[in-house]
Nanobody, 120 residues
Framework: QVQLVESGGGLVQAGGSLRLSCAASGSIFSINTMGWYRQAPGKQRELVAAITSAGSIDYADSVKGRFTISRDNAKNTVYLQMNSLKPEDTAVYYC??????????????WGQGTQVTVSS
């Protein structure tokens, strides 16, 4: 089995910062792309940021310059540092990982979601 466990969400005032973490555990051979998505009430889930195992990074235009994604391959963990938060960043944030199991097959896994609320 594989699990993605997220932490770090919460309530913050506009202009504040939060750091999200997501740790993968279980029968893992390797992890390809890891990323963060978010879903606000009444909206579709959208990509926030993603990072490959080689370190290539992609950001949504709405978070460029404010959010930073990073990963620690030794710990199978991905982070999202969120600065200059805005009320429109309020959403449930989900961790995603493309994980190569010990069978060498690749599976797509999601975390349980963590709420981020930014007050104005």
């Amino acid at each position: 089995q594989v699990q993605l466990v997220e932490s770090g969400g919460g309530l913050v005032q506009a202009g504040g910062s939060l750091r999200l973490s997501c740790a993968a555990s279980g029968s893992i051979f390797s992890i390809n792309t890891m990323g963060w998505y978010r879903q606000a009430p009444g909206k579709q889930r959208e990509l926030v940021a993603a990072i490959t195992s080689a370190g290539s990074i992609d950001y949504a235009d709405s978070v460029k310059g404010r959010f930073t994604i990073s990963r620690d391959n030794a710990k199978n963990t991905v982070y999202l540092q969120m600065n200059s938060l805005k009320p429109e960043d309020t959403a449930v944030y989900y961790c995603n990982a493309h994980i190569v199991r010990l069978s060498y097959r690749v599976y797509d896994y999601w975390g349980q979601g963590t709420q981020v609320t930014v007050s104005s």
